[in-house]
């Protein structure tokens, strides 16, 4: 089923999003200062091609060189994407058939809003918290 939503996504809007988040990165990786921020836009990016299956997680070596990006991400390009991301699910949850499309790219805000000192990984290598070993 994540393969049929996924190439949905891609035709319904994860193809001109990723393409977006990449030309963003490009920009980034033009000034040496900005680099952090186009790898961050390249990740993001291959996750809005294909985002079902893969969740984001808290890389655990992060530290507050993440936070102080973060914060200037976040007033510079984040809160835009967020509310693109927000535009854009309320037009794909219009029909029944674009309700998953919706979930999948509100989804995609916490990533866009601070997306240093985050992984995006399979769903399936993320373990449950409550079990040991």
């Avoid at 033009?30 to 985002?51: D, E, K, N, S």
Wanted: aromatic share 10%; hydrophobic share 60%; glycine share 12%.
């Amino acid at each position: 089923m994540r393969i049929v939503l996924n190439i949905i996504w891609l035709v319904f809007g994860g193809l001109w999003l990723a393409l977006g988040y990449f030309l963003a990165g490009v920009i980034c990786c033009i000034l040496i200062i900005t680099i952090p921020f186009g790898i961050a836009a390249f990740r993001i990016g291959v996750y809005a091609l294909w985002p079902f299956g893969k969740t984001v997680v808290e890389k655990p070596t992060s530290g507050v060189g993440s936070l102080i990006g973060n914060v200037i991400w976040l007033i510079l390009c984040g809160i835009w994407l967020a509310i693109g991301h927000v535009v854009t699910a309320v037009a794909m949850a219009i029909t029944i058939i674009g309700l998953p499309l919706a979930v999948a790219n509100l989804k995609m805000i916490p990533i866009s809003l601070m997306p240093l000192g985050k992984d995006i990984v399979d769903v399936d290598a993320v373990r449950p918290s409550g079990l040991a070993g």
